[in-house]
Every structure is written in structure tokens, then in C-alpha cells.
Nanobody
């Protein structure tokens, strides 16, 4: 089993920045891709970004390209999501997820999930 714990969420004004962290523990050797999803009230969970095992491959949803940057530090078993130029529509609970294999953008493909961290962007 792999346990994921997110941190770094909070309230920020539009145009501001936040950095989310996702700390993994347990059988971390079984992790390949790490990803971030988000879910706004009344909406389905949405893919945000993913990063491959060695950090060389990344994937972003169109709405965050150029504003968000995903990274990982395998020595610390931690993934990050740097979010710049935040907009009110970025408001959601952000979830970290992990799977054993290649990058995918579908939530059902991920084996492990964190509990989520709230990001609220005020206008």
C-alpha cells in the first residue's frame, strides 16, 4: 500500500501563487506516475497534471498550461504542484494520486489517492 498526504492548500487572491505538496509513504517503490486532480463542488473530478517516474515526462490539462508546474523529488518521495497566476475557476479540492505505470489522465487509472487539500481563489 501507498499512503499519500497533500499539503499546501489555502486561500489566495486571484493572480497569486501556491505550492502543493504530496508526501508518499509505504510501498513507494511501486509508484510510477504521480498526478494531481481537482474537484469543484458539484463537478466531476478533473485531471490537472501528471509526471512520470523519473520526472522526464509531464502532462497538463489545457487550462493550466503555462501557469502550473508539476515536479517530484524521488529521494523525498514527494510530488509538487506549483500554481501561479491563480484564477477563481481554479478553486477546488486538489487530490494527489499515484499509479504504477505510465502517465494517464483518467482518475479510474490511479491506484492510490490522498485525502485532498482545499484551494480557494478569491476574485
Amino acid at each position: 500500500q501507498v499512503q499519500l498526504v497533500e499539503s499546501g492548500g489555502g486561500l489566495v487572491q486571484a493572480g497569486g501563487s501556491l505550492r502543493l505538496s504530496c508526501a508518499a509513504s509505504g510501498r513507494t517503490f511501486s509508484m510510477g506516475t504521480m498526478a494531481w486532480f481537482r474537484q469543484a463542488p458539484g463537478k466531476e473530478r478533473q485531471f490537472v497534471s501528471a509526471i512520470g517516474r523519473n520526472g522526464g515526462s509531464t502532462l497538463y490539462t489545457d487550462s493550466v498550461k503555462g501557469r502550473f508546474t508539476i515536479s517530484r523529488d524521488n529521494a523525498k518521495n514527494t510530488a509538487y504542484l506549483r500554481m501561479n497566476t491563480l484564477k477563481p475557476e481554479d478553486t477546488a479540492v486538489y487530490y494527489c494520486a499515484a499509479r504504477r505505470s505510465i502517465l494517464l489522465d483518467t482518475a479510474s487509472s490511479y491506484d492510490y489517492w490522498g485525502q485532498g487539500t482545499q484551494v480557494t481563489v478569491s476574485s
